[in-house]
């Protein structure tokens, strides 16, 4: 198994086509605050972007591979309709309901400005192929493949 790596938030696997991520925390919301800044890293260059607008997110999913992909997706969904990029999460709970899970969250970030924020690539979608949550005592490795 793998030590959750000190400071390292999230990091980027080697995979021939699309972005492999693995995302770090000590809790699972923590790997899943870490597995969206990834996600926007991927885009642009996070450190770049303010956090000046505020979001509630909610999602539901029947486990937790399931949460992992609709809160990531829910994220790309966003920045779609708004234009908004985002820079900073926050899960305060993961909890169960009588169909799964349910993730309350928020999350601050900006419009997107093309003079400030460096276009990456695009992300088109979240994919279950090599999804990996490794629970460990005091960390939680959450693996993903971003479709780029």
Do not use: C, Q
């Not at 709970?93 to 400005?113: H, N, Q, R, V």
């Not at 960390?139 to 479709?147: G, T």
């Amino acid at each position: 198994m793998i030590d959750m790596p000190t400071r390292k938030r999230f990091e980027f696997l080697e995979h021939t086509a699309d972005a492999y991520v693995a995302a770090y925390g000590r809790t699972l919301e923590e790997a899943f605050e870490n597995a969206a800044l990834a996600t926007f890293e991927v885009m642009t260059d996070v450190k770049k972007v303010e956090p000046k607008v505020e979001d509630d997110v909610e999602v539901e999913g029947y486990d937790e591979y399931a949460l992992l992909y609709n809160w990531l997706e829910k994220l790309l969904v966003k920045f779609d309709l708004t234009d908004n990029l985002y820079s900073r999460f926050k899960v305060f709970s993961i909890e169960e309901t009588s169909s799964g899970l349910k993730l309350k969250a928020k999350i601050w970030g900006e419009p997107l400005d093309l003079a400030k924020h460096p276009r990456k690539v695009g992300v088109k979608a979240v994919t279950y192929h090599l999804m990996e949550i490794l629970k460990k005592p005091k960390s939680v490795i959450v693996k993903f493949i971003l479709d780029i």
